[in-house]
């Protein structure tokens, strides 16, 4: 019998797999662009997102830099490339999951946040509105907002559940993913009034509210991961 291996890798990392053998085989010089995503999802038979993510599998591993608005242009590989980041969650699922569970755990936050919790979602508001001011995005400010309301939900399971899904945005594809779109100052900018629209439903104690502010909030973060960079 003649078995062809299974592969359950990524499908996001099968697609960089192609695109860094043919960089090697050199069929793309140094220096050069890449075909388009929209040209590439159709020689490979998937989405533009899913190319997307590739691309910037790539980039993390040192075979590509990817322009956004522009495109993605081989790296000199003469000094060498890390490997493909193959442990990493796809950017995209992961965001569809935070779509899943943290408008509820908004709504929930606003009934049940601790004072402390209040006071840290008010400070976190002013950091972040200080640190857009200065032209700066801080990830880590971003993280302590969203957790925060994690906690004050004041459900154990759900705040394990996203404290998860957190952990999965530090992985190598999805923070580089992360830092294209917060070089987008129209991103960036729809992202703080987003926040604090959100913020400002849970100290108000409106679960409602919160539910909308959040799930409006995550639906404009995945349309701009999806949409076109080139």
Excluded: C
Aim: aromatic letters at 4%; charged letters at 25%; zero cysteines.
């Amino acid at each position: 019998m003649k078995l062809q291996a299974v592969s359950n890798r990524k499908l996001y990392i099968q697609i960089a797999d192609q695109i860094r053998d043919q960089i090697l085989a050199g069929a793309v010089e140094s220096g050069r662009q890449l075909p388009s995503e929209r040209d590439l999802a159709v020689s490979l038979g998937v989405s533009r997102p899913t190319v997307r993510e590739a691309l910037i599998a790539l980039e993390v591993a040192g075979f590509v830099e990817v322009r956004v608005g522009v495109g993605a242009f081989v790296r000199d590989q003469s000094r060498g490339s890390a490997a493909l980041p193959d442990e990493g969650n796809s950017p995209i699922e992961i965001m569809q999951v935070r779509r899943l569970l943290e408008p509820e755990a908004a709504a929930l936050a606003a009934q049940n946040i601790s004072p402390d919790g209040m006071a840290r979602l008010a400070e976190t508001i002013r950091r972040m509105q200080a640190e857009t001011i200065g032209n700066v995005w801080s990830s880590d400010s971003d993280r302590v907002m969203h957790v925060t309301i994690a906690e004050g939900s004041g459900n154990s399971v759900l705040r394990e559940m996203l404290d998860q899904l957190w952990n999965s945005r530090s992985e190598e594809v999805d923070t580089k993913f992360h830092e294209h779109l917060a070089a987008i100052s129209e991103v960036r900018e729809h992202i703080l009034e987003d926040h604090g629209k959100i913020v400002g439903a849970i100290l108000a104690g409106n679960a409602a509210a919160a539910r909308e502010a959040m799930a409006t909030h995550l639906d404009f973060v995945t349309a701009a991961m999806l949409k076109a960079w080139d």
